[in-house]
């Protein structure tokens, strides 16, 4: 079973909502990731959370906000987003993070449409 | 940084027709990943490829990793139209960083 589960599929949020996507995988890894993705382009590395803790943060502004729970579980809350922040996020882990040679397994991801 | 160079960046083909595309580093990678991506969905893992000189298939799918290190291809086989999509591929770049580096994409259609 190579499953990243992320809810909800579609969101849509005005500029002044709070909302949360959720992301869940039940591989035993180690490590987990939110990308972000405009259409037609490669994934955008966003945050990298490896053992529960928060490993990488590649500058993204503070109004998207990471939170790993467990080692299950990731979440990505979302404040006073703009419009330009709209786009597919993605999910993803991998059994660890610090080692080149491991396999990274996506989500179907979060469509978000900010308005 | 390290960069990916994936070619090309669209193929317009019959059904039935071979597909071959590559990703080229001017640095050395130590794994390559390739994905597939459907419209609306997330990139799903076609091929992993670990080792140097490496050749790996999946049904009509088939890739290597390129002795170099510095270079990957994927060939499809036979297309059919469900091949459809956006191929990338992913690789990680020596300094055991687990960061994943993408190329740009090669968006395939196929006419039937």
């Known amino acids: 079973d190579t499953e990243v589960t992320q809810t909800p599929k579609h969101l849509v949020m005005g500029m002044t909502n709070k909302k949360s996507l959720k992301c869940e995988q039940h591989m035993g890894h180690r490590a987990m990731y939110w990308y972000k993705q405009k259409a037609k382009k490669p994934p955008e590395l966003m945050f990298v959370?490896?053992?529960?803790?928060?490993?990488i943060n590649e500058s993204v502004p503070s109004r998207f906000s990471p939170e790993c729970p467990n080692s299950s579980l990731l979440n990505l809350h979302l404040h006073a987003l703009q419009p330009e922040d709209s786009a597919l996020y993605l999910c993803?882990?991998?059994?660890?993070?610090?080692?080149?040679?491991?396999?990274?397994?996506f989500g179907e991801g979060s469509w978000l449409t900010v308005v | 940084g390290q960069q990916l160079n994936q070619s090309p960046q669209s193929m317009f083909i019959q059904e039935g027709e071979d597909v071959s595309m590559n990703c080229t580093s001017s640095?050395?990678?130590?794994?390559w990943l390739w994905y597939k991506q459907d419209p609306g969905e997330g990139p799903v893992l076609l091929i992993a490829?670990?080792?140097?000189?490496e050749l790996t298939s999946n049904g009509r799918l088939t890739a290597q990793f390129g002795i170099t290190r510095k270079d990957s291809f994927l060939n499809i086989s036979a297309s059919i139209p469900s091949d459809v999509g956006i191929y990338f591929c992913?690789?990680?770049?020596?300094?055991?960083?687990?960061?994943?580096?993408f190329g740009q994409g090669t968006t395939l259609q196929v006419k039937p």
């Open positions: 992913a690789g990680h770049g020596s300094g055991n960083t687990g960061k994943l580096i």
């Open positions: 640095s050395i990678f130590n794994t």
């Open positions: 993803a882990s991998s059994q660890e993070f610090v080692f080149s040679g491991n396999t990274i397994y």
């Open positions: 490829l670990y080792k140097a000189g």
């Open positions: 959370y490896s053992y529960e803790k928060l490993s």
